[in-house]
């Protein structure tokens, strides 16, 4: 983030949404694939528009409040996720997206998200999943997740917590990092 | 092992949004206000409301509520030119301008209930604002609102209503999420959003003087240019100055709508002569996509003459969740009620023409949502709003 103070949302909604457009849509499209992506971003600042001037600057940058959002839009996707994390899974990790051509497929390049790890990330719930993926995609700081999805900064930590754990334990306690690389060194 | 960071870099890198799918977005965005344009424009800036009897049957503007298709006009009113219905209108006495205006008015929404004792219809989301301006700048403005208790639409449903145990709250999908309405009103009040006094306010009426309003044409065709032309619309709409083409279609598309909105806000609001609001309606009547549909009772059950725009399809799609029953498509039409003596609004209201989706148990008729004008006019003393509810 730059020094510059964000666009106020009650009277510079364009810039809002010239600045953040692109980033909201990305982790929309990490989420949920590139076809719900441009409805999830647009719904999002939508939605934010609408809420434009119960933004309070005090609580959150505007930047965590569209991810806020975002994610709450995501979340009724929530199946679309789930799917087609678990279609990802089952794709495995070792085939090459060549052999494929289903949609699904085609969104998942060589170094995409498979097997297990998309496996376990569909599984998680969605609370532990949301914050998860925020710290990850949206590298958020548990402050920022916290107003993002307005709990407290304590649940941040332990969802986050318990969703390392649930993932460690599903990959086996390995380092699926280093067998991830292995595989496509 | 650090599973965040192999989240992070095992999510594949997506494609950055195409231009398409930005414009499609800003043009979302473009939509908003009109979408709120209702409560925007016709509200002024107070909380509209809204409301009708637990007992209060709905006569059906077009009076057909059998069979599909569009409600059928119980009469031919002639709105051109030459028509005659309007002719009280317009030689209705002019009324001085007083020292406030006061104005009046309901809303609500008409939500399904779906009890296994059988379905029923009721009015919820609905609220009464009352607001006043003084005469010229200075004077001062002021917007109070209340909640009116939720009821059954019609008798029939009030009867319905008795037979699932007569319930005091009815939890309702609205759009993304589930809402609550009970049968409490609450008491008037001039705090929160679009809410409030302004002692410095007072004068301005849609952007013109009492005396401007009191001096505008009579002549159809010139009130149609300095309120209804594209220009006057868009502007009015809160349009960009050069939309792109997906836009204008849009616009387009939506204009016999915004046209009724427009004239509905100009004469639920504003101290328009009886002159003028029958030129003003002449005006409506000749624009595409609007037409005479006959006598009709709004929902305060008061006569009056209709007038409607084309209908259009709505599609609900599972997409923001809510119950499956609600998916499917219906068409509605925008339709205006005005009192022929007077030309004064009575109300403007979203009429189901085609049942299906969420209201395929309805009939051609029903009404979607709905404002109306529970009373307006000029006064010499400071105007408060009226403690007795709209109905009983």
């Not at chain 2, 007569?166 to 309702?172: I, L, M, N, Q, T």
């Amino acid at each position: 983030m730059t020094g510059d103070p964000p666009p106020r949302p009650a009277e510079r909604f364009d810039e809002v949404f010239d600045v953040y457009f692109a980033e909201i849509h990305r982790y929309a499209a990490k989420r949920l694939g590139p076809d719900a992506a441009a409805d999830v971003a647009a719904q999002t600042f939508l939605e934010a528009f609408r809420q434009r001037r119960r933004y309070d600057p005090e609580r959150a940058h505007v930047r965590t409040w569209l991810y806020g959002i975002a994610t709450k839009v995501v979340g009724r996707h929530k199946r679309a996720e789930t799917r087609a994390l678990r279609t990802r899974a089952r794709l495995g990790p070792g085939r090459s997206s060549e052999e494929h051509t289903e949609r699904v497929d085609s969104r998942v390049s060589a170094e995409g998200l498979r097997g297990e790890l998309a496996g376990a990330i569909a599984a998680l719930p969605r609370g532990q999943r949301d914050v998860l993926l925020l710290v990850a995609l949206a590298d958020l700081s548990h402050d920022e997740v916290a107003a993002a999805l307005g709990i407290s900064y304590g649940t941040v930590g332990s969802r986050l917590n318990r969703a390392r754990t649930t993932l460690r334990k599903a990959l086996g306690g390995t380092n699926p990092m280093l067998t991830l690389e292995e595989q496509h060194g | 092992m650090d599973e965040v960071r192999m989240v992070r870099d095992r999510y594949p890198e997506p494609a950055p949004p195409t231009a398409q799918e930005i414009a499609r977005a800003k043009a979302l965005l473009n939509e908003a206000p009109r979408r709120s344009l209702p409560r925007l424009r016709w509200g002024l800036g107070g909380v509209v409301a809204a409301g009708a009897a637990a007992t209060l049957a709905f006569t059906l503007v077009g009076g057909n509520t059998s069979g599909g298709g569009n409600p059928a006009p119980l009469r031919t009113v002639n709105l051109d030119a030459k028509g005659a219905i309007l002719a009280a209108a317009e030689k209705a006495e002019q009324q001085p301008i007083g020292k406030y205006w006061y104005v009046d008015h309901l809303d609500g929404q008409s939500y399904i209930m779906r009890p296994k004792t059988g379905t029923y219809a009721i009015t919820g989301a609905t609220s009464e604002s009352f607001s006043w301006y003084g005469a010229k700048p200075g004077m001062g403005e002021a917007y109070y609102g209340r909640d009116l208790p939720a009821h059954p639409l019609t008798a029939r449903d009030a009867a319905l209503w008795r037979k699932a145990g007569s319930p005091s709250s009815f939890r309702v999908w609205s759009g993304d999420k589930y809402l609550t309405f009970t049968t409490k009103a609450t008491k008037w009040s001039a705090n929160g959003p679009e809410r409030g006094t302004d002692p410095r306010g007072g004068g301005d009426f849609m952007g013109k003087s009492a005396k401007e309003l009191q001096n505008l044409p009579t002549s159809p065709d010139e009130l149609a240019k300095m309120f209804l032309s594209e220009t006057e619309m868009k502007r009015a709409m809160g349009h960009l100055p050069n939309p792109r083409a997906e836009l204008e279609q849009r616009f387009r598309q939506a204009e016999p709508y915004s046209d009724i909105m427009r004239v509905a806000s100009l004469l639920g609001r504003a101290p328009v002569p009886p002159k003028v609001r029958a030129g003003l309606m002449r005006a409506l009547a000749s624009q595409p996509g609007i037409h005479a549909i006959g006598r009709g009772t709004d929902p305060l059950d008061r006569q009056g003459v209709a007038l409607a725009s084309d209908d259009r399809a709505t599609t609900v799609t599972g997409e923001f969740g809510g119950p499956k029953v609600d998916q499917g498509t219906y068409r509605s039409r925008a339709v205006v009620i005005f009192d022929e003596r007077t030309g004064a609004l009575l109300s403007r209201q979203e009429e189901l023409t085609k049942p299906g989706g969420r209201y395929a148990e309805m009939k051609p008729g029903f009404i979607i949502e709905y404002q109306a004008v529970r009373s307006t006019n000029w006064t010499d003393t400071k105007p408060t709003p009226p403690a007795e509810l709209p109905f009983d």
